[in-house]
T-cell receptor, first 117, second 118 residues
């Protein structure tokens, strides 16, 4: 298994540009999520999905959009990039929710570093 | 809202020695999970260890063990026989079992930067 994969690894955007961060997992996980990590802070949840066709907002959803058309993929869209969105973005997945620690443990992708000028 | 506090922004330890990283959390729930994640310079988030709140026995994984004090809401990580490869940021995380996957599902502390010196 490749686990959780993210592309690109690094991206530079200009203010106002849009782009999509890709996330895919091959573990048949139902739960997928996006986090951002800023200096001096832990990870904060942006959006999450408990299954194909179901998404919801996390702690910091403004400026981001998601969709989940398949179990495997969970792309994150920046609609109009702003310097405040400069961050490292992590995608994570787990088997499901309301289960055992094994099922609930979230596994992370390698991250995408985004710089917005 | 649940909060996770890691009071040690940075720590250092000599190779082969033991170090303990602190974590406290605040919750009114009685059943939850706790995790420690490691983030080396590669930035990959790697699961180190996990603990179920209803289990009194402390979790162990090779050189890593936890001291889980439920009443004190404390979840410290002990690393024995420290190795150079243990140099990383360590994040404590709390998982609320009783939300429907919402924003408080997995809450992270701000991390402790651990440096293992040769």
């Amino acid at each position: 298994n490749a686990g959780v994969t993210q592309t690109p690894k690094f991206q530079v955007l200009k203010t106002g540009q849009s782009m999509t961060l890709q996330c895919a997992q091959d573990m048949n996980h139902e739960y997928m999520s996006w986090y951002r990590q800023d200096p001096g802070m832990g990870l904060r949840l942006i959006h999450y999905s408990v299954g194909a066709g179901i998404t919801d907002q996390g702690e910091v959803p403004n400026g981001y959009n998601v969709s989940r058309s398949t179990t495997e993929d969970f792309p994150l869209r920046l609609l109009s990039a702003a310097p405040s969105q400069t961050s490292v973005y992590f995608c994570a997945s787990s088997y499901g929710t309301s289960g055992t620690p094994y099922q609930e443990t979230q596994y992370f992708g390698p991250g995408t570093r985004l710089l917005v000028l | 809202a649940q909060t996770v506090t890691q009071s040690q922004p940075e720590m250092s330890v000599q190779e082969a020695e033991t170090v303990t990283l602190s974590c406290t959390y605040d919750t009114s729930e009685s059943n939850y999970y706790l995790f420690w994640y490691k983030q080396p310079p590669s930035r990959q988030m790697i699961l180190v260890i996990r603990q179920e709140a209803y289990k009194q026995q402390n979790a162990t994984e090779n050189r890593f063990s936890v001291n889980f004090q439920k009443a004190a809401k404390s979840f410290s990580l002990k690393i024995s026989d420290s190795q150079l490869g243990d140099t990383a940021m360590y994040f404590c995380a709390f998982m609320n079992l009783y939300t429907q996957g919402g924003s408080e599902k997995l809450v992270f502390g701000k991390g402790t930067k651990l440096t293992v010196n040769p």
